[in-house]
C-alpha cells in the first residue's frame, strides 16, 4: 500500500536538509508564522534537489506564538490569509522551477478549519483559486466544506495522540506527543485501515524530527508500506 509522508518545513527549526530525504511531501511555510523569503527558497531548492513534493503551509501570523494560538477568523479573513500566503509561495515556487501540489494550514488555523464551518470555507475556497487540494483531518468539517469543491487528503499525524473525537489533543495538555516510532506505526497502521489516512505527518520542529522520522520511516517500509507522494 502506498503511503505519503509528510514534514513542516523551512520554519527555521534547524534540521530541514536532515529531514527532506526521509520524507515524501514538504508542507513549506509561507513565511507567516515563521520562515522568511530566503528561507523559503531555500526550502524549495532542497525539495528539488531531493525531488520531493511541496506543499503551501499557510498559518496565522504570530510568530510569537508561531501560529499555535487560535484566533477569532472570518471565511473572508482565513480566505485572504491563505490566498495571501499560497500566493507567494506560488510565486516563489515558480522562480525555482518548483510546482506546489497542495494546500495544508498550520497549526491553529488548521485545528480551527478542521472544525469551524467559516474558516474551513475560507481555507477551501483559497485552495480552489490555486486549484489545489486541501490536507485536513478525516472525518473533519475542513473535509466536508471541500467536498465538491478541491480535493480532500485524509491526514494522520505519527506523533500526536488523539481525542475520542478524532481530535489532537492539545499540546498544552499533558502527554499530547507520541515518542516510540513503533507505537506511531501503529497508530498510523490504525489511521489508514479506519479513518482512510493517506499522508502521514512528523513535525519538523520536533527535537528529535530526524530520529523519529527515520524509526517511523523504517517501520513503515518494514510492514510493507511504499513510500510515496500523494499528489
Same mark, same amino acid.
Given at each position: 500500500?502506498?503511503?505519503?509522508?509528510?514534514?513542516?518545513?523551512?520554519?527555521?527549526?534547524?534540521?530541514?536538509?536532515?529531514?527532506?530525504?526521509?520524507?515524501?511531501?514538504?508542507?513549506?511555510?509561507?513565511?507567516?508564522?515563521?520562515?522568511?523569503?530566503?528561507?523559503?527558497?531555500?526550502?524549495?531548492?532542497?525539495?528539488?534537489?531531493?525531488?520531493?513534493?511541496?506543499?503551501?503551509?499557510?498559518?496565522?501570523?504570530?510568530?510569537?506564538?508561531?501560529?499555535?494560538?487560535?484566533?477569532?477568523?472570518?471565511?473572508?479573513?482565513?480566505?485572504?490569509?491563505?490566498?495571501?500566503? @499560497?500566493? +507567494?509561495? &506560488?510565486?516563489?515556487?515558480?522562480? %525555482? $522551477?518548483?510546482?506546489? !501540489?497542495?494546500?495544508? =494550514?498550520? #497549526?491553529? /488555523?488548521?485545528?480551527?478549519?478542521?472544525?469551524?464551518?467559516?474558516?474551513?470555507?475560507?481555507?477551501?475556497?483559497?485552495?480552489?483559486?490555486?486549484?489545489?487540494?486541501?490536507?485536513?483531518?478525516?472525518?473533519?468539517?475542513?473535509?466536508? @466544506?471541500? +467536498?465538491? &469543491?478541491?480535493?480532500?487528503?485524509? %491526514? $494522520?499525524?505519527?506523533? !500526536?495522540?488523539?481525542? =475520542?473525537? #478524532?481530535? /489532537?489533543?492539545?499540546?498544552?495538555?499533558?502527554?499530547?506527543?507520541?515518542?516510540?516510532?513503533?507505537?506511531?506505526?501503529?497508530?498510523?497502521?490504525?489511521?489508514?485501515?479506519?479513518?482512510?489516512?493517506?499522508?502521514?505527518?512528523?513535525?519538523?520542529?520536533?527535537?528529535?524530527?530526524?530520529?523519529?522520522?527515520?524509526?517511523?520511516?523504517?517501520?513503515?517500509?518494514?510492514?510493507?508500506?511504499? /513510500?510515496?507522494?500523494?499528489?
Amino acid at each position: 500500500m502506498d503511503i505519503d509522508l509528510n514534514a513542516d518545513l523551512g520554519e527555521g527549526a534547524g534540521c530541514d536538509a536532515e529531514l527532506m530525504p526521509l520524507v515524501t511531501s514538504a508542507n513549506v511555510c509561507c513565511g507567516a508564522h515563521a520562515g522568511d523569503p530566503d528561507t523559503i527558497r531555500e526550502t524549495l531548492r532542497l525539495a528539488d534537489r531531493h525531488c520531493i513534493a511541496v506543499g503551501a503551509h499557510p498559518g496565522f501570523a504570530d510568530r510569537q506564538h508561531f501560529g499555535r494560538r487560535e484566533q477569532e477568523a472570518t471565511w473572508q479573513q482565513a480566505f485572504n490569509l491563505c490566498v495571501y500566503q @499560497v500566493g +507567494a509561495l &506560488v510565486g516563489l515556487a515558480r522562480a %525555482e $522551477g518548483v510546482r506546489v !501540489r497542495y494546500v495544508k =494550514p498550520h #497549526g491553529a /488555523l488548521y485545528n480551527q478549519a478542521c472544525r469551524d464551518d467559516e474558516v474551513a470555507d475560507g481555507v477551501v475556497q483559497a485552495a480552489g483559486l490555486f486549484a489545489l487540494p486541501v490536507v485536513g483531518l478525516p472525518g473533519s468539517v475542513l473535509a466536508e @466544506v471541500a +467536498a465538491g &469543491v478541491v480535493p480532500f487528503v485524509p %491526514e $494522520g499525524f505519527a506523533d !500526536r495522540r488523539y481525542r =475520542p473525537d #478524532g481530535s /489532537l489533543v492539545p499540546r498544552t495538555e499533558p502527554d499530547a506527543f507520541v515518542h516510540d516510532p513503533e507505537e506511531a506505526v501503529t497508530q498510523v497502521e490504525r489511521l489508514i485501515r479506519e479513518k482512510g489516512v493517506r499522508t502521514v505527518c512528523v513535525h519538523g520542529d520536533n527535537p528529535e524530527a530526524v530520529a523519529f522520522a527515520k524509526a517511523v520511516r523504517a517501520a513503515l517500509l518494514a510492514r510493507g508500506f511504499r /513510500l510515496k507522494p500523494f499528489a
